[in-house]
């Protein structure tokens, strides 16, 4: 459905902003708390638990991050789990959003309410409130929307993108690649996958795979080290592989580069026990495949048929094809 409409009474400028945002709430439904817990006053608030606050943001753009094959319910529950993966990744809790939009006053009422009302249905699956935000007018063509999403701890540590030694292990979930064909929106965050994880020890770094793993692993990677993946344990989708049937690339290829997997990458100490990790992973998550895919080296010590990772590139904001 195209966002956007030549009728205006079809359109936001038929209802203007006063009346527009009460809309908004109704669409929201419960998972809009009444002010000031939600959207109403100036700021939400929201109670302080002592424990430490996550904060990340991230957007939906039209024409970069979906386009009018994608359903409006579809779009808005890809705003809010594609910042859920991000919380995920460091073994949070997601609370509480606010989301901002810049849109076009051609943008059709009933594609902006199927649009939250997907939202709302992700938030309520994932136990967030939406609190607030605020909305602009953008330029003619233009609809994005803007979500900050805030959480906690949820337990005594956060697990952050350093911390890798030499000889530690490199573990995927899920599978990768192909996402253009339905993963880019149709994704589980792995919220409970990375509670779960914080709470080990022997984990000493994580991320999700948003930009590629190609990309991504260098985040995780010290000065000096590189990784050394085997291509045969990477885990590759089906999608994939219908991709490279038409591209005419490798299905590693796309599995390396494509991003938006929104699969987590853990870095598992080299002191730990990986039968017994493995184990525990299998019988905590018995549907979810965990992936060793390599080690971290010294970076000319790579053993014989690492994988060149420079052969191979993620998502890169800003860069010339």
Request: glycine share 10%; proline share 5%; net charge positive.
């Amino acid at each position: 459905m195209n966002p956007f409409t030549s009728i205006r009474a079809e359109s936001v400028a038929a209802l203007g902003e006063q009346r527009l945002l009460p809309e908004i709430k109704r669409w929201l439904g419960k998972t809009s708390p009444a002010a000031p817990f939600g959207m109403g006053d100036d700021c939400a608030v929201v109670r302080a638990s002592g424990k430490a606050m996550l904060i990340t943001t991230d957007p939906v753009i039209y024409g970069q991050h979906f386009d009018e094959t994608l359903s409006p319910r579809a779009v808005g529950a890809k705003l809010l789990k594609r910042n859920l993966s991000d919380i995920a990744a460091m073994g949070g809790r997601p609370l509480a959003a606010v989301v901002s939009l810049a849109l076009d006053a051609n943008t059709r009422i009933a594609w902006l309410r199927d649009f939250y009302r997907g939202l709302a249905a992700a938030a309520h699956r994932f136990n967030v409130k939406i609190v607030g935000g605020d909305i602009t007018q953008g330029p003619v063509g233009f609809f994005g929307a803007f979500l900050t999403l805030h959480g906690e701890a949820a337990g005594n540590r956060i697990i952050t993108r350093g911390g890798a030694m030499p000889g530690d292990r490199i573990f995927v979930t899920g599978t990768l690649g192909g996402s253009l064909l339905g993963r880019h929106h149709n994704f589980v965050p792995r919220l409970a996958e990375g509670v779960w994880l914080a709470r080990r020890r022997d984990i000493c770094a994580m991320m999700d795979v948003s930009d590629g793993l190609a990309k991504d692993l260098h985040s995780l990677t010290p000065a000096g080290l590189a990784p050394a993946l085997c291509a045969t344990s990477i885990p590759i989708s089906a999608a994939a592989r219908k991709c490279a049937a038409v591209t005419k690339q490798t299905p590693l290829f796309h599995a390396l580069g494509d991003g938006e997997d929104y699969e987590l990458l853990i870095v598992v100490c080299y002191r730990a026990d990986l039968r017994k990790f493995e184990r525990a992973w299998k019988r905590r998550f018995p549907r979810l495949r965990l992936s060793l895919i390599g080690t971290f080296a010294q970076k000319d010590r790579l053993p014989e048929g690492a994988v060149q990772l420079s052969n191979f590139s993620g998502y890169e904001h800003l860069r010339d094809a």
